[in-house]
C-alpha cells in the first residue's frame, strides 16, 4: 500500500522544468525524496549557498543587490528551520529545493538567479562534505574525551597488579594503568584517521555543476575559502561522484567502534561474578525484571551491539558505490543515511564508554590474587636462568616448564617451590630466583620501553597526556 504524500503533489516544473508536463506518480514521491533525512544538511547548504552567492557577485556573474536579497532570505530560512517553524516538503524531494522554495516566497525572482553555475549534483556533494568534515572535527574531540578518562583511571592504577592474558588465559601479570593505556593508544592511532581523513576530504567540489563543470566565468578559489576548503577539486567528473569521504568517515568510524567493542567485551567480563575485577556505577547498570541480585552491564553490551550497526552502514555504502559509473547517479542519495546512522551511533557509544569508564572501580584485592594465578611468572623464571645462570633459552624454557609441572601437583605457585626442589632440576638455580618470583617482582622487571612496570606505567601517563590532550 502507498503511502500518501504529507504535503501533497505538485508540478513537476516546480524542480525539473518544462521537460515534463505532469508530477510524479505518488510511489515515485515516495521512493525519490529525501528530505525526510537530508534536511540535516540545512546549515551547510545555506552556507555554500551563501558563498556561491558571494562569488557570483564578486565576478559580476549577479548584481549586489540579488545577492544581498538572497542572504538576508537565507538568513530567515535558517531561523526558521532552528525555530522549527519552517515547513519541509517532500514533493520537494530534498533540503536543496526546500530552502531555494522557501527562498523564492522570501525574496521572489532573485532566488532563481541563485542556482546559476551549480547544479545540486555539485551542491550535495559540498553540503555533505562539510557535514562529514564537522563530524570528523567532532569525533576527534569525542575520543580524546574518553582518552583523558582512561588515562586518568590510568594514573590511578599505575601500580595495581592484575593478570595479563592471551587466549583469555593467563599469561604475566601487568598493571591496570598499562591495560588501560593500551586503549588510548588505539584511540590515538582512530584519532589519526580521523584527521588524515579530513586532509583528504577538505577539496570543494561546489563549481563543478552538473559534471562538466559550467560557462560562468566562476572563481572556485573563493568559495574555497569562504567554505574552509584547502583548495578547489581538480576533475569536476570525480567532484560530483566522489564518496571517498564518506567511505573513508565510516571506515575510520568502523575502527573506533571495534575498539570500543574490544573494551566493552572486556567490562562484560570483569564486571561478571567469575572475574569481579570491575563494578560499574549505577547509572550505567540495569537490574533484572525477575531476578533481584542482578547488576548487569547494560551499557558495555549495547556498545558492544552497536559496532554491527556502524560497520553495517560501511558496508551498505561499499554495496552502493561498488557498481557506479562515472559520473552522478541517483544510487548516491543512499549514501546518506548511513553516514548520520553511523555518527549517531559513534557519538552515543563514545559518551556511554566515557561515563562508564569515568564512574568504574575496580577490586584491586582480587585482582592481585588473580594475577599469581596459572604460573604466571615462569616467563620471569625463564628470563632469569638465561640472564644469570647462562642457559640457552630453549634450556631454560624447558627447565621452566619442568619446575611449572612440579609445582603444579605440589598445588602451589612457583615461589613456593624450596631451593631443594628447583635444585634437582637445575643445579644453575640460586637463592636469587626468588627475587623475579611473585608477580610484584615480575611487573616491576619490566623496564623496557613500553614495558608494565609501574614507573613506565607513570611516565606514560604523562606522554600520553603531552600527545593526546
Same mark, same amino acid.
Given at each position: 500500500?502507498?503511502? +500518501? ?28 525524496? *529525501? ?56 514533493s ?9 522554495? &522557501? ?65 583469555l588465559?593467563t ?22 584517521? %580521523?584527521?588524515?581523513?579530513? +586532509? ?5 567540489p ?13 572563481d572556485?578559489?573563493?568559495? /574555497?575559502?569562504?567554505?574552509g ?11 560530483? /561522484?566522489? &564518496? ?7 571506515? %575510520?568510524a ?17 564486571? /561478571? ?14 537490574? *533484572?525484571?525477575?531476578?533481584p541480585? +542482578? ?13 554491527? &550497526? ?12 561498488k ?18 546512522d ?22 584491586e584485592t ?11 611468572? %615462569? ?7 638465561? &640472564? ?9 624454557h ?25 635444585? *634437582?632440576?637445575?643445579d ?24 608494565t612496570?609501574p ?15
Amino acid at each position: 500500500m502507498t503511502k +500518501k504524500s504529507d504535503q501533497g503533489t505538485s508540478s513537476a516544473s516546480t524542480i525539473w522544468g518544462g521537460r515534463f508536463s505532469g508530477g510524479p506518480a505518488e510511489i515515485m514521491e515516495d521512493i525519490n525524496a *529525501s528530505i525526510g533525512y537530508d534536511q540535516r544538511l540545512y546549515r551547510q547548504d545555506i552556507m555554500a549557498s551563501k558563498a556561491h552567492a558571494m562569488m557570483l557577485a564578486a565576478t559580476g556573474i549577479l548584481q549586489q543587490s540579488d545577492v544581498d536579497a538572497i542572504n538576508k532570505g537565507l538568513d530567515t530560512v535558517l531561523q526558521e528551520i532552528e525555530d522549527g517553524t519552517f515547513q519541509f516538503k517532500r514533493s520537494l524531494e530534498d533540503i536543496h529545493m526546500n530552502v531555494e522554495n &522557501r527562498l523564492r516566497e522570501l525574496i521572489g525572482e532573485a532566488a532563481g538567479r541563485l542556482h546559476t553555475a551549480r547544479s545540486r549534483n555539485d551542491q550535495v556533494a559540498t553540503d555533505f562534505k562539510l557535514w562529514v568534515r564537522d563530524q570528523l572535527q567532532q569525533l576527534d574531540l569525542d575520543i580524546q574525551n574518553l582518552q583523558s578518562v582512561l588515562i586518568d583511571q590510568a594514573e590511578n592504577h599505575a601500580a595495581t597488579i592484575m593478570p595479563g592474558f592471551t587466549h583469555l588465559q593467563t599469561a604475566q601479570p601487568v598493571t591496570l594503568g598499562h591495560h588501560l593505556l593500551a586503549y588510548v593508544e588505539m584511540l590515538g592511532r582512530d584519532r589519526g584517521r %580521523a584527521m588524515d581523513c579530513l +586532509k583528504r576530504l577538505n577539496e570543494n567540489p561546489l563549481g563543478s555543476a552538473a559534471l562538466a563543470g559550467t560557462s560562468f566565468p566562476i572563481d572556485r578559489d573563493m568559495t /574555497s575559502g569562504a567554505l574552509g576548503f584547502a583548495r578547489p577539486t581538480a576533475n569536476s567528473l570525480d567532484a560530483v /561522484s566522489d &564518496r571517498d569521504f564518506a567511505l573513508e568517515y565510516l571506515s %575510520a568510524a568502523s575502527i573506533v567502534a571495534v575498539h570500543l567493542s574490544r573494551l566493552a567485551e572486556e567490562i562484560v567480563i570483569w564486571c /561478571s561474578t567469575q572475574f569481579a575485577y570491575m563494578r560499574l556505577g549505577d547509572d550505567f547498570s540495569t537490574g *533484572s525484571s525477575i531476578m533481584p541480585q +542482578k547488576r548487569n552491564p547494560d551499557a558495555a553490551e549495547l556498545v558492544r551491539a552497536k559496532a554491527g &550497526r556502524i560497520i553495517g552502514a560501511l558496508n551498505t555504502l561499499l554495496v552502493v558505490m561498488k557498481g557506479l559509473p562515472l559520473a552522478y547517479g541517483k544510487d548516491m542519495q543512499e549514501d546518506k543515511e548511513p553516514v548520520f546512522d553511523a555518527a549517531d551511533t559513534l557519538s552515543l557509544s563514545l559518551a556511554a564508554m566515557s561515563g562508564m569508564m569515568a564512574g568504574a572501580k575496580f577490586d584491586e584485592t582480587r585482582m592481585m590474587d588473580d594475577a599469581g594465578r596459572g604460573f604466571s611468572t %615462569a616467563t620471569d623464571l625463564a628470563d632469569w636462568l638465561v &640472564r644469570v645462570a647462562g642457559m640457552a633459552f630453549r634450556d631454560a624454557h624447558e627447565v621452566t616448564g619442568t619446575l611449572v609441572k612440579m609445582a603444579e601437583n605440589k598445588n602451589c605457585g612457583l615461589e613456593d617451590l624450596s631451593l631443594d626442589d628447583m635444585i *634437582s632440576v637445575s643445579d644453575r638455580i640460586t637463592k636469587d630466583v626468588y627475587d623475579v618470583l611473585g608477580v610484584e617482582n615480575s611487573v616491576k622487571s619490566r623496564i623496557s620501553f613500553g614495558g608494565t612496570a609501574p614507573d613506565l606505567v607513570r611516565d606514560a601517563c604523562v606522554d600520553a597526556r603531552r600527545r593526546f590532550l
